[in-house]
């Protein structure tokens, strides 16, 4: 009851800066009613020019950095909120005023417990970035190496624990009073911001994501990960290699300083390409603040706050999707969705089929550089919503992400369609990965896995057998008679196949 009362207040102060800027109907969602957006109205109103989406955001930067993780994180949902708004929050600006340089340095010297001049000869107290979580100094390290410093803001681990507290009772309050929603798992979705969230507060794990991008990287011309300097690197502060650049956006001054702007869109595409399906762990925030281009016509990242990882059965089901969609092959596209058990089995295969050929007829036979992969994965999200297609954030995170690096291609070159370059590059991983042969290998890989844990089933089934045989392995008369209960309300199969194991750890053991 406190936990509710206290959101109610908050949800209530919420409201009337939403009402400020005229965005209250995303309340109109939440199971309440009309009292807290009357409420709201009578405190405060005016109408705000903008499209509904636009409005929102305004609200959004108002609220704080957690509002505005929300709201990017709800532009990856246009199956929740709709396509138009999801563009509009894509253009949520995660800018906020920047706190003092004091504090920034008093931050440091708490995390290392060394004065600053031990760590960096010089430090720029102005930052030349402010974001909702962090902003980030210019400095130089004892050793004369040039880098940039993340500093955490002060208190903000505690004002997104108050906020991700309500973001949880609101979406909890959702899935039980709209079950229409609880397919779109509104839960998850705050799942989802707390575990972007907690890699942004604690530097160390945006520091191993950089690391580890750099790695899979390493031996890749024309793409880059700055390196991350460990030592001064800690919870709530990460330095990196200074980069010097020029933005990826600003098309005049890279062709002044001699860059090929096909080469740029060519790397683009190849690096993200490999990131997505060769190695299933990419950068998710492709804007065009975190990517510059530098001296040598490399492109290279920041920002890895947000990264996606897709397993290798989701890469396989994307390539199967994308090269039927390009095809034609639109029973093959429906029945990736029903083998991977994103559409359940109770659905209709033919009317699945007939609503993929919806999407897919409009775009076959067009240049493949006036296709848009990532709206045509935003149309197929909006149109499972019939067939009961449970929501998959990994995926939609992707099309975010698809979204950015097709809009960056164009801003360089209208003509221009990183998927026209990609597309031989998915058809090869394609052949390697989706025929006979790899599913051959996988089947290889599990089985010498399965091998290599027998010993330690064996070890685990000795003990077993010692503690039976000295009398030491007891059970409590209620787990006896709970196991048994269990097992007749299932048929007793459980008990069966737990008997049939002991067998045979026992004739292992035994051999």
């Not at 206290?6 to 009309?34: E, K, M």
């Not at 760590?119 to 130089?140: E, G, M, N, R």
């Not at 999707?321 to 390009?326: D, E, K, Q």
């Not at 639109?330 to 659905?347: I, K, L, T």
């Amino acid at each position: 009851m406190i936990r509710a009362l206290r959101n109610l207040a908050r949800l209530l102060a919420i409201a009337r800066t939403l009402a400020r800027h005229d965005a209250l109907f995303p309340l109109a969602l939440l199971g309440l009613g009309p009292l807290v957006p009357a409420i709201a109205r009578l405190v405060s109103r005016r109408d705000v020019p903008g499209r509904p989406g636009e409005r929102l955001s305004l609200a959004l930067n108002e609220l704080g950095p957690s509002f505005i993780k929300l709201g990017q994180a709800l532009s990856t949902r246009p199956d929740l909120i709709g396509a138009a708004m999801a563009d509009d929050l894509a253009n949520l600006q995660d800018r906020l005023p920047p706190f003092p340089g004091s504090q920034a340095r008093a931050t440091i010297e708490a995390a290392f417990g060394v004065p600053l001049d031990e760590l960096y000869q010089s430090f720029d107290d102005d930052p030349v970035a402010a974001a909702s979580i962090a902003q980030v100094h210019l400095a130089t390290t004892v050793e004369g190496a040039p880098v940039a410093v993340k500093v955490l803001r002060p208190g903000i681990e505690q004002a997104f624990a108050r906020d991700l507290d309500l973001f949880y009772w609101l979406a909890e309050l959702i899935e039980r009073t709209q079950p229409a929603w609880r397919r779109l798992k509104p839960v998850e979705v705050v799942r989802t911001i707390a575990a972007s969230v907690a890699i942004g507060m604690d530097l160390r794990l945006e520091a191993a994501a950089a690391s580890e991008l750099a790695e899979n990287l390493a031996d890749d011309d024309g793409f880059r990960v700055p390196a991350v300097d460990w030592l001064r690197t800690a919870e709530r502060v990460m330095t990196l290699e200074r980069i010097e650049g020029i933005p990826i956006d600003e098309r005049e001054a890279l062709i002044a300083a001699g860059h090929a702007l096909g080469a740029i869109i060519e790397e683009m595409s190849r690096a993200f390409f490999n990131q997505t399906f060769r190695d299933g762990f990419f950068h998710a925030d492709l804007h065009p603040g975190n990517l510059f281009v530098d001296a040598d016509g490399d492109i290279v990242a920041v920002d890895f706050g947000i990264m996606g990882r897709l397993s290798k059965e989701t890469r396989r089901y994307l390539a199967e999707m994308l090269l039927g969609f390009l095809f034609g092959n639109y029973g093959r596209v429906a029945d990736v969705h029903f083998e991977a058990g994103y559409v359940p089995a109770h659905q209709s295969r033919d009317a699945f089929v007939q609503a993929c050929r919806a999407i897919g007829e409009p775009i076959l036979g067009r240049p493949l550089s006036e296709i848009s992969l990532a709206r045509l994965l935003g149309q197929l999200f909006r149109v499972t919503e019939t067939f009961e297609m449970a929501t998959q954030p990994q995926l939609l995170l992707l099309q975010k992400t698809m979204m950015l690096a097709e809009g960056l291609s164009r801003r360089l070159d209208a003509e221009a369609n990183i998927w026209a370059l990609a597309q031989p590059l998915i058809e090869d991983w394609a052949r390697d990965n989706l025929g006979p042969e790899a599913r051959i290998a996988d089947a290889t890989a599990e089985a010498i896995a399965a091998v290599q844990r027998l010993p330690k089933l064996i070890k685990n089934a000795e003990a077993t057998l010692a503690d039976l045989a000295e009398g030491g392995l007891k059970l409590h008369p209620e787990t006896v008679r709970a196991l048994g209960g269990d097992a007749a309300r299932r048929g007793g199969r459980p008990l069966f196949w737990a008997g049939l194991i002991a067998l045979a750890a026992i004739f292992l053991a035994l051999a």
